[in-house]
């Protein structure tokens, strides 16, 4: 009898455990980071928006089978098939409430930009001050990676829903600022000139903006070998036809922009898939540069590959200047639903550069 009910006693603590929501007392970069419902956070490549005292992380859904699309078995790309973007909204940046889709995928329309067989990554959002809208960027895609587009969406409220407005290549029949006769010199390996007048192509990016307001649009262009910052129109919605060329033939992509000490910085990666490399970082005076590399700011246990993860953003906590976090995906490229999250504090050396220390239980409380 005294066997038995210890028995009943040790399945309904089981039972208790099983039931109880996940509490999110901390965050351990790589582990499963629940939200308030206790499931797990489903914002990959994602980006976070301060908006009147609320955090809110926007990402890629990755849900269902991971597949490897007949397109990209050359290059070993897999996919899940797109759901759209998330929102998780915050007030202390580890306890995250799921506020559902803020841009939906388009099952029911196959040639849609936004039809789950395409590619929805790395979106942005900012809060354009004049309009009072709220803005998502994206890097829209077919299933192969080779339409290489920017998306655009747009809503009234933080957690939407973002109506979509498009995508499209950058800075069609722009040349950038700083181009020389000699870059735009049409040959067949010459992927600016290539693209001067459809507009440039357009993967990884981040948005960023500055102190007067002035929004950028930083991407991964000409086969993702040189990087763009490309202005964005006072609204936010298209570019301004202002941009210029950075980090040439230096293959970055994944890039967070930062600003601190009125210097810009830089946080990427090299070009390997889901696979993690070596992380770089720089430092420009200007936004448009010239931007001067500053080499891998990832120090501690496997800093040669970012602590096997992938810069996607750098966030400024609010109300405390100088502090940052920097915020990496773990890819699980098998199963990409199982992605996790690496979020350390960047902090800045002796002489001013960019580091980030691998960190088993970082504080970001505020
Ligand atoms: C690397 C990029 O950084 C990711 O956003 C994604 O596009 C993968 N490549 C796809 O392989």
């Known amino acids: 009898m005294k066997r038995l009910s210890l028995f009943v006693l040790i399945l309904a603590g089981l039972a208790a455990l099983a039931l109880a929501p996940h509490a999110a007392a901390g965050f351990k970069p790589g582990a499963v980071w629940c939200d308030t419902d206790g499931r797990p956070i489903n914002a990959h490549g994602g980006g976070i928006l301060f908006h009147e005292g609320v955090y809110y992380w ?25 759901a759209g973007v998330s929102v998780y909204s915050s007030r202390d940046l580890v306890t995250w409430k799921n506020e559902g889709v803020a841009l939906a995928a ?51 409220t933080p957690t939407g829903p973002f109506a979509y407005v498009g995508a499209f290549r950058p800075n069609a029949g722009v040349a950038p600022l700083n181009a020389s006769a000699e870059d735009l010199a049409p040959n067949p390996s010459n992927l600016l000139a290539r693209d001067l007048a459809g507009g440039q192509m357009a993967r990884d990016m981040t948005l960023f903006v500055d102190e007067d307001g002035t929004a950028y649009q930083f991407y991964s262009s000409e086969a993702n070998k040189t990087m763009h910052i490309s202005q964005l129109s006072d609204d936010y919605l298209r570019p301004a036809g202002r941009y210029a060329r950075a980090f040439i033939d230096r293959s970055i992509e994944a890039p967070a922009v930062f600003k601190h000490g009125g210097k810009y910085y830089l946080i990427g990666s090299g ?64 199963d990409l639903a199982d992605s996790r999250y690496v979020w350390l504090p960047l902090e800045f050396d002796a002489e001013g550069h960019p580091v980030v220390r691998w960190t088993e239980n970082p504080e970001f409380a505020q």
């Open 271 to 334: 070009c390997t898939g889901w696979d993690p490399n070596p992380a770089h970082s720089a430092v420009a005076d200007s936004i448009f540069g010239p931007w001067t590399e500053l080499g891998n700011p990832c120090r501690g246990e496997d800093a040669e590959i970012t602590f096997s993860s992938q810069s996607t953003f750098v966030l400024p906590v609010a109300g405390k200047p100088g502090q940052f976090i920097a915020m990496f995906d773990r890819w699980n490229k098998w």
């Open 58 to 82: 926007y990402g890629e859904i990755k849900e269902g089978r991971t597949y490897l699309p007949k397109v990209n078995q050359a290059w070993g790309g897999t996919r899940v098939l797109a």
């Open 106 to 156: 388009v099952p029911e329309n196959p040639d849609h930009d936004l039809s789950p067989e395409n590619v929805i990554e790395r979106p942005k959002v900012i809060y354009n001050a004049r309009t009072r809208k709220f803005v998502m960027w994206f890097h829209q895609d077919s299933p192969n990676y080779q339409a290489a587009r920017a998306g655009v969406a747009v809503s009234d």
